[in-house]
């Protein structure tokens, strides 16, 4: 009997389906998180006058590795503001970003707080970027590398993301 009680807990664990990552036209998710150099940052500074790209990541992430140093070229636009939020703590985040060249504003995203920023959003992987507009609507949500989408993102802010001679993946998932 005990072993049916068992694989019945187990079934209904199966079906409580983890939520989907928030899409493309949904309302995006406040949020207010510290900034890992100065104070906090929230969402709505970060959108007020014109789109913000928030992406998410993890420093042990191989995808995040190659997506977080192309978001550089993104940062001379006055067109569009970048931040990424990191789900490590300060340390790591700070190494990840000197080993990688990183210099994209990041937020902290932490761990001890129950990741309130990731779990919001829905985060079912990571990179996961979204394009908030001003006003809040999402109107681009990826997961993964997807080298069409930032080039999408790249003509919005007025840059050329990736150069003719480099070898880019289309895309790689998350």
Do not use: C, M, W
């Given at each position: 009997m005990r072993w049916l009680?068992?694989?019945?807990?187990?079934?209904?664990?199966l079906l409580r389906a983890k939520k989907p990552m928030?899409?493309?036209?949904?309302?995006?998710?406040?949020?207010t998180l510290p900034a890992l150099d100065g104070p906090p940052?929230?969402?709505?500074?970060?959108?007020?006058?014109?789109?913000?790209?928030?992406?998410?990541f993890k420093v042990s992430c191989p995808v995040c590795q190659l997506t977080?140093?192309?978001?550089?070229?993104?940062?001379?636009?006055?067109?569009?503001?970048?931040?990424?939020i990191s789900q490590d703590d300060s340390t790591l985040t700070q190494r990840f970003r000197a080993r990688f060249g990183v210099t994209v504003p990041a937020l902290l995203d932490a761990e001890?707080?129950?990741y309130?920023?990731?779990?919001?959003?829905?985060?079912?992987?990571?990179?996961?970027?979204?394009?908030?507009?001003?006003?809040?609507?999402?109107?681009?949500?990826?997961?993964?590398?997807?080298?069409?989408d930032l080039e999408t993102v790249a003509a919005r802010a007025g840059v050329?993301?990736?150069?003719?001679?480099?070898?880019?993946p289309a895309w790689r998932p998350g």
């Open positions: 009680r068992t694989a019945f807990a187990i079934g209904r664990g928030i899409l493309q036209g949904a309302a995006a998710p406040a949020f940052v929230s969402l709505a500074e970060l959108s007020r006058d014109r789109p913000a790209l928030v992406v998410f977080l140093p192309f978001l550089n070229r993104l940062l001379p636009s006055d067109k569009l503001n970048v931040v990424t001890e707080k129950g309130p920023a990731s779990n919001a959003y829905q985060l079912t992987n990571v990179p996961s970027l979204f394009l908030v507009e001003p006003g809040g609507t999402i109107s681009l949500a990826v997961s993964g590398f997807s080298k069409a050329e993301l990736f150069h003719p001679d480099e070898s880019v």
